[in-house]
Every structure is written in C-alpha cells, then in structure tokens.
C-alpha cells in the first residue's frame, strides 16, 4: 500500500510533524494527523451533506402534497336548518373541496349532503334563459319578454280585482335580504298582505308556540346548550338524520357524560331511536295525551318548581281567562297516565318514568320538529312542549331548554324575523296591530294606510283562493309547492288556474308543470346573502361563483319587477348589502336588534346570534337571561317578550281533531324524510350517487300490518285516502308502530302528498302531514 | 436504552477505532514480506490491513447505518417521539385527555390500539405508506429546527381517509350507513373526508392558536 504526498507542504495549521530524517517515501505519510487538504476535504463533505439534506428536503417540500384546492373560503351549506358552516376549497373557479367548518356551531361537522356540495352548482337541469308557456309548452324568452308580461298580468289582475288578488309564495331558503325585499315589495308597495310561504307547512306551529308562550319569536337556547344537558327529550324528530352534525354533538355529549340519557318520542323506530336509551312509540296524533299526563306526574308527585313558577309564569285556561294553580291541577286531573296509556298506546309507568327524568335532571333540552308542527293540534304541542320546562323550571340554564330545529336553512332568519308570512311584519310585529302597521309605514317611508289592516292568505288558504279565482297570480320563489303541498290533487288543479309565475334554478320541477312564466335563478353560492338558522344565528354566504347562463339572483329579479310595478323608490336598497343595511337599523327598533351585526362583522364571524345591539356585542346564545342585553339589571330570568315579563302556560285540552281514523281507513299515513336526501329532491335527488343509493318512493310498514293485507316486501300497494290515492312498492320494515304506514316525500315521481290530508292546526294554519288515515290493498298483477 | 440503540453505539464505537487505526498505522510495518504472528497463525501484515481496512469502511458504516435506521425508524412509531416538536403537544395532550371526545382521543381510549397511535393512522399502509410517512416526519424535523413554521400548524395534504377505511370498512357498523356507499369512492380518492360528519380529529387551529383559551392546556400537557 503506498501513500502519495505532495512535494510541497500545506500544513498551514501546524499539524503535521516534521518528516522523518531517514527519508523515504512512506516515510513522509504519517506523521502528519490532519493536513490543510483533509481539512479542505472534511469541509467539503459536510459541506455536501448539508446540501444533500437540503436538496433533499427541498424534494420533499416540493413532493408533498398540499390538496388540489388553492383558496378556501367559508360559507353555509345550502340545505337544512342546522345550518352548518362549511370551508369551500376552490380552483380554476370551481369548488372542487368541501370541509365543516371548525369554527362554526357545527365543530366541523356536515351530513353526506353537505359532503356533496361540491356538485350542487355543476348538477344538470339548470334553468338558464326565461321561459313563457306558449300553445301548452314552455318556450325560451328573454328577460324583458318574460318580465314585461309578468308585470302586465300583475297589474292587470290588481286593476281588475285589487291587489289581494296577486300573490306571493317565498321560500326559506331565499336570503335575508330577498324575503325582506319581497315582504316589503307586497306589503307596502302592492298593498297585498298575500305573502306567505313554505315555512308555513313547516314552522309556523313552533312560531306560534313560542310567541304564545313567551311574546317573541325564536328560541331561548341555542345549540350550545347540548354540551350541558343531561336528559334529551326528542320527540317529533329525527335528528340521527334530519339534523346529523345537532345529533352528533348529542352522542358526543354522551360519550364525554354517560349518564346523559336520550329519549325518543316517535311512533317509527327511526335511526336516531336506534341510538336513544328510551325509545317510546305513542299513536301517532296523540302525544299531546303524552305530554300533559307528564305535567300531571310532574305537579301531582311534586317535581314541579313551584317557586319558579309564581316567580316567571302566568297561566291562561283555554277560554284567555287567568289560570291559578289550582285550576292547573284540576284540568291535569284528565291526564293521569293510567286514564291516558290506552289511547296514547304507552304503558303508565313509562309516562312517570319520563315525568320524573325529564324534571330531576340536572338540564333538560327538548327538541322537536315537524312531528309536532306539522300537526292538527301544533300550536297545543308547542306551547305545552314549553310549558314542561316551565313548570319544572328546566330553562334559563346551559342545556335546560326548549329548542325546535328547523327544516330550512334560512326559515328563521329569512320568512319568521322579516315577517315574510300573511299575519306578520318584520320582527314580530304583527298585520292586525294598528300601531305596528304604522311604526312600518313609517320606517319604509310609505304613508299611513299603506298596509291592508287585514292578514293575507296562509298558504293553503292562498291556494284555495287560487282555485276559485280570489287569487290570480301568484309569484312562486324557490320552492316548490307542485310537490309539497298537501292533498296536492287538489292544489295542483288551483295552479292550473291562476297566472304562476314559478322562479327557480332549476328546469322540470313538479311546480313548473303549472308555471306561465318560468325565470331562471341563481342559487346559493352564485348570490350573496345572509342565513338565519335555528338558534338565532346569521351566517353571511358569499358569492363565489357565476350563475350559469342568464340566471339572476332572486334578488335582481324582485328588484326589476319593482322597477316594473311602478315602486322602484320603495325598492331602493338594490344589492345585498345596501338591503342589509336598511334591514339591520331598522332592528334596532325590535328586541330582535341585530344592529351591532354589520356586513363586515358578518363577513369575518363564524355567525353571530341575535341580540346583539352593537358592533362590540358578542351576541346572545341563551336569551332571558343576564347575557342577553335586555335583561333587567338584577333579574336572573326575565321573560321580557310579554307585558308582565311573565312566560305563559295555556291550558289547552286534548281534543283528537286529526284525520280520523275508522274502518274505511284504518291505517295512519305518516311522512318525513331520509339522511341523503332533501324535502322535494330537487338538488339532492339529481346528485346520481344519491339518485342510485336511495330507493324510489315506496311505503314502509310492519309485518303485523302487512301479513293481514297478504303483503310482502316488494309487493305494490294502492293507498288510498279521502284525499286521493296512490300507487307504490312496499318494504316491510321494522320501524314504523303498528298501525302507521311511512313515506319519504323527495320523488318527485310519486307524489305521495297526493293522498295526505291538508287539515290544519286552526291558530298556526299549518298543515298535517303526520297523520293521514288511509286505507291499504294489495295490487294484484 | 433499547438493544438496538446499545449496538448502534457499540458498532459506531467499532467503526471509529477501526478508523484510528487504519490512519494512525506505521505503514513501515506493512512492507512486503513482513508477517504478524496471531497466536496460531503467521499472515502478511498487509492483509490484516486490508481486511480491518475493509470491516471499517465497508462493513461498519452500514451496520451502523442499518442499526441507527431501524432504531430511528421504530422509535419514530411513538406518540413520545411525536410530542417530541412542542407544536405537535396539543395533538398529544388532547388524545390523552380521557374526556376528550376528538377522533384522536376516542381511538386512543380504543382497545384496537394499543400503542404507536399517531403512527398508525398518520402512516399509510404498506412499505410505500410508512416510506412516505417517514419522508414526512423528516421534513416536518427540518421544519421544526430550521423554525421555519408558524403556529397553529396545519395539515399540508389531506389526511388519507384510506387509514380509516382499512379498519372500518368491511365492518357491519360501516356497511349498514347508506350514505357510505355513496361517499364510498370519494373518501378513497380523496375528495371527501372521513372527517366530514364525524368530527374534528384534533383540536381545532383556533384552539391550538397561540393567545387562545385552550392554548396554555394544550401545550402544557395538563389534562383537567
């Protein structure tokens, strides 16, 4: 082995020793430890290295996925009254990602339709042009054709027969700003307080429920209040999946608290009871039976808070006449669980047992939808549903409240606090006080008289009206009534009559069978607008997208046809946000006031709860209580919507006003929904993963009831009731109670609301959908 | 001190003796012809040269590199040498927290697993899945002592619903939801998040922002 080494010397570091006197080639090698060049060597190396390294965490910053979205966004998602908020990632100007928003309510959580939305603005079957029916076929028109006709048969209709003979049928999923518009545009600028819409068939029983009992609309308690309760009395829902992201912030609270206990009350075992720990199954139409015999357990086996009671509740018997608590126990005398079980098909000791759990635990929240409001006795279910947390004084506290869940995502917000419905003006007010029609002529600037003193049509009244020519046009906004309404047979022939003018996004809905005049809308993102859900929370949904085509914001079209009507300076707030501004002052005069709510707040919250008077206010989750800012100083509850500060309880009796059930129709129809997809599947049902997944329409009943008729699943059915009839599939199911038939209402190819009753809760006008009697026979093939 | 790190430092002990010697050696001595006597045998001098020359340069390094590897590589499984970077500690405080009801948590307190639970859902499966994993842990270690991040942290890519979906998938809880089967392709390739409806994994970036309510607990370790 031999070792070069240079004539010269490097050593500049005075390692090396001097070389060997005997002098020899290899001699010279080691005695040096470190010369200048290995220096130079070992610098070069980890000089490499070094790069190396970085080169190669360069390659991997580089390699590294980041996601195909380049811009994220927050927004709401389109569908329900959860009313989640979602993160939209973005590219090329499309949305191509979606995400809960971590931030929001919904603690980053959606349901499978709000996983979709990515597709829901590149579904097919988009409107894109006007059309104008000619010869019995719609035909594409321009705007100026189809609005200039729209205003002539509205003018013409209010010059022949006044103005209550023109319409209007709104939505809850329209913006703020666009009910607003369009309640301000009929009531004060046509003069017909014929403004109503879908949340009538909807929420109009909750609304009145919670007006009756406490002198305003809307919730006290919000979402919030799940993480603190410890009993959950679900009746008249199906959170598991209507509502998923509220019902797994339930099962989340019970995984952190498992003695937190869920009730069901539901005449189906639907999946959120499959998930319940008490699951009861009363007759359906009879749960009124059930929660005043719980009031009776309550007073009569003293688990009632009497203190709370004198202090913040004054009770009325059903006439309006005061009710002390001596006339509370003997009309509950009538409602003791052993007189009550038989009709109510639940076992007495059951009824004690919920008495008792929903009054002792340390919070109760109830929830509920349309198993109560959509009912004969809605209103009663409502007001006595508040009631049970007044006399146990299960309210005011986190998690003791009462809270309805909404089946739209801007019902609240959008038609019950801009008073969009017949009776009402913005922010509780109501049509037939005279001091509130002339505080809103006065803050629109119109004068006094301007509103008719008498309220518009409720929505199966305004059909009615359409039938016998009282009504004869009607303006149709984002829904979809040809599906919806109840005894539809018969409403549908109502639409044949009357000029409809049907706005929608998208092209052959059931409604645009009955259309004239068919506008192309944008929808959701493709707009900007502020959503109202639930719990009093105003979310603002930026526009990030084009509406394809001519479509316009329902906005832009109400705007053109006020222009068009002669009321362009009534109308003068034209963009979102100048709508925004004139809306949120004008709350300032309401205890609504969501004044400290301006647009640029709105733009940067992840929603904010109303009242919430200044713009360092952080809102109001539970109201009635110190928080809220018109709470007196000093009061650890205060009732401040009603006159003596002082909740009411209504004695209101049981009586069984449903469709009655009898040997022609024995069985009860019931309807609702599924997980996937949305009311009349209008978005949802196009989605073709959802379209493929979902059965088609069919009924769902027992065994017990369907071996008697000699049906097996699969087998078709003809149900038919006083209302019409209707051919379908069967699935023999274990969920529906003996005696109920189920079925869904989103295939708009087998319009089951054809045979369900349109009678009505009397006070709130909503329709019951729950509780049709039908009769059922095997179809021999 | 694992057996694995022990050789590790035993064979790089080795190596650099070995390197000692060969530079420190009186290369006078390996003259052709000159012999060592070992005891038993008589061999050229040259070869026992050449042959640690060789043990040195060829065979230790990689023993050492093998060694150093695995024992980085397997000790890199663990929640410790996670919530070794501070900003990972609200992740792991989180997890550990016994009320806490974030995905991390609930699979923490899940028999299934038992140990290396961030590993096991953060690696993707196979060698290519723990390859990339790796490579990503050692760009975050860059990251992290270069300081080249800003709090809260957040994830780059999206998190492989395939992680869920190789234990949940198959099973009757899975199958029976409707709404799995239409997700069903979307959560593979990656357009939908498991994460969707079932909830937040890990604290969210506005808990974990520094100057947040949460933040002092979470980075703190403290579980109430």
Not at chain 1, 252 to 280: K, L
Not at chain 1, 312 to 335: K, T
Not at chain 2, 156 to 178: M, N, Q, V, W
Request: hydrophobic share 35%.
């Amino acid at each position: 082995m031999t070792t070069s080494k240079d004539e010269k010397s490097d050593d500049v570091l005075g390692l090396s020793g001097t070389s060997d006197a005997l002098g020899n080639g290899l001699d010279e090698v080691s005695p040096t430890v470190f010369s200048r060049r290995d220096i130079l060597r070992l610098g070069a190396a980890l000089g490499l290295t070094t790069l190396g390294g970085g080169a190669f965490w360069g390659v991997l910053e580089a390699m590294a996925a980041k996601g195909p979205a380049t811009e994220w966004f927050k927004s709401v998602c389109r569908y329900c009254g959860t009313g989640c908020g979602v993160q939209l990632g973005m590219s090329d100007g499309e949305v191509i990602e979606v995400r809960g928003d971590e931030d929001a309510h919904n603690q980053g959580k959606l349901c499978i339709k709000g996983s979709l939305l990515t597709v829901l603005n590149q579904l097919p079957g988009r409107l894109t042009t006007p059309q104008i029916r000619r010869d019995g076929t719609l035909r594409k028109a321009s705007w100026d054709e189809a609005m200039a006709l729209v205003a002539e048969r509205f003018k013409q209709a209010i010059r022949e027969a006044g103005p209550s003979s023109v319409a209007y049928f709104g939505s809850g999923q329209l913006y703020i700003e666009e009910s607003y518009t369009a309640n301000k545009l009929f009531k004060a600028g046509l003069g017909s307080n014929n403004v109503d819409g879908n949340p009538r068939l909807c929420m109009a029983s909750a609304a009145v429920g919670y007006t009756k009992t406490y002198g305003k609309d809307e919730p006290p308690g919000a979402f919030e209040d799940i993480d603190h309760a410890e009993v959950f009395f679900i009746i008249g829902a199906n959170p598991a999946e209507c509502h998923q992201p509220v019902f797994e912030r339930i099962l989340s609270r019970r995984r952190q608290h498992p003695n937190t206990v869920i009730v069901c009350v539901d005449p189906r075992r639907t999946m959120t009871a499959e998930y319940a720990d008490i699951h009861i199954s009363p007759r359906p139409g009879s749960d009124l039976l059930l929660l005043w015999s719980m009031a009776n357990v309550i007073v009569h086996d003293g688990f009632a808070d009497r203190d709370f009671v004198s202090a913040h509740v004054s009770m009325q018997n059903v006439d309006g006449s005061a009710a002390d608590w001596g006339a509370l126990e003997r009309f509950l005398d009538g409602y003791a669980p052993s007189k009550v079980s038989e009709r109510l098909g639940v076992p007495a000791a059951r009824i004690r047992e919920l008495a008792q759990l929903f009054a002792t635990r340390p919070a109760t929240m109830s929830l509920w939808t349309m198993g109560l409001n959509q009912r004969v006795d809605g209103v009663a279910l409502n007001t006595t549903m508040n009631a049970l947390h007044l006399l146990t004084g299960q309210i005011g506290r986190p998690g003791a409240t009462p809270l309805s869940l909404t089946g739209q995502g801007n019902a609240c917000g959008g038609v019950r606090d801009t008073g969009s419905l017949a009776h009402l003006l913005p922010h509780g007010r109501l049509i037939t006080n005279p001091a509130h029609r002339a505080e809103m002529e006065q803050h629109w600037g119109v004068p006094a008289g301007r509103i008719a003193p008498t309220p518009g049509l409720d929505a199966l009244e305004l059909f009615r009206a359409m039938e016998d020519g009282r009504v004869r046009c009607l303006l149709n906004v984002c829904t979809n009534p040809g599906q919806s309404m109840p005894n539809l047979g018969r409403y549908e022939e109502a639409m044949k009559r009357a000029f409809v003018v049907v706005v929608d996004a998208f092209e052959d809905t059931a409604t645009s069978r009955f259309a004239d005049v068919v506008l192309p809308a944008a929808m959701w993102i493709e707009k900007e607008g502020v959503y109202g859900q639930t719990e009093r929370r105003y979310q603002l949904l930026e526009k990030l997208l084009e509406a394809p085509g001519e479509a316009r914001s329902d906005l832009e079209i109400l705007v053109d046809f006020a222009e068009r009507m002669g009321l362009a300076d009534l109308i003068s707030a034209r963009t979102p946000a100048e709508v925004w501004e004139e809306y949120r002052n004008l709350s300032s005069h309401s205890k609504y006031d969501f004044s400290g709510m301006t647009r640029e707040r709105l733009r940067e919250a992840h929603g904010l709860q109303w009242p919430c008077p200044t713009e360092d206010h952080p809102g109001t989750a539970r109201r009635y209580i110190p928080g809220d800012p018109f709470v007196r100083e000093g009061r650890d509850i205060d009732f401040y919507g009603t006159p003596d500060h002082k909740a009411r309880i209504f004695l209101t009796p049981y009586e069984d006003r449903s469709d009655p059930v009898d040997a022609d129709f024995p069985l009860i129809l019931t309807t609702g929904r599924i997980v996937e997809q949305w009311h009349t599947g209008t978005m949802t049902d196009r989605i073709p993963e959802i379209r493929e997944a979902t059965p088609r329409g069919h009924f769902e009943l027992c065994e017990g009831d369907a071996v008697p008729l000699g049906l097996q699943d699969g087998d078709r059915a003809l149900v038919t009731s006083r209302y019409g009839a209707l051919e379908g599939p069967v699935k023999v199911s274990r969920s529906p109670r003996p005696g109920t038939l189920f079925a869904a209402f989103y295939d708009a190819h087998w319009l089951v609301n054809k045979v369900v009753t349109d009678r009505c809760d009397p006070t709130s006008k909503q329709p019951d959908y729950k509780t049709t009697a039908v009769h059922v026979e095997k179809v021999r093939t | 001190m694992s057996l694995l790190s022990f050789l590790t430092a035993a064979l790089a002990a080795l190596t650099l003796v070995g390197c000692l010697y060969l530079y420190f050696h009186d290369l006078r001595k390996l003259r052709p012809g000159k012999l060592t006597y070992l005891g038993l045998v008589t061999v050229p001098s040259l070869a026992i040269y050449k042959l640690i020359g060789l043990v040195t340069i060829g065979g230790l390094p990689v023993a050492v590199l093998a060694t150093a590897n695995m024992e980085i590589l397997e000790g890199a499984k663990s929640v410790e040498s996670c919530s070794g970077c501070h900003v990972m500690q609200p992740m792991v405080t989180d997890m550990m927290d016994p009320t806490s009801d974030s995905l991390a948590a609930r699979h923490y307190r899940a028999p299934a697993m038992q140990d290396h639970q961030c590993y096991t859902c953060h690696a993707g499966y196979g060698f290519g899945g723990a390859l990339a994993a790796k490579l990503e842990g050692y760009r975050h270690l860059v990251r992290y002592t270069t300081g080249l991040y800003t709090e809260p942290i957040r994830i780059r890519s999206h998190f492989d619903a395939k992680s869920c979906l190789s234990c949940h998938d198959g099973t009757a809880p899975y199958e029976e939801i409707r709404s799995h089967a239409i997700a069903g392709e979307r959560l593979s390739d990656g357009r939908m998040s498991c994460t969707n409806c079932h909830g937040m994994a890990h604290p969210s970036r506005t808990q974990r922002t520094p100057g947040s309510a949460d933040y002092e607990r979470l980075m703190t370790g403290r579980v109430e």
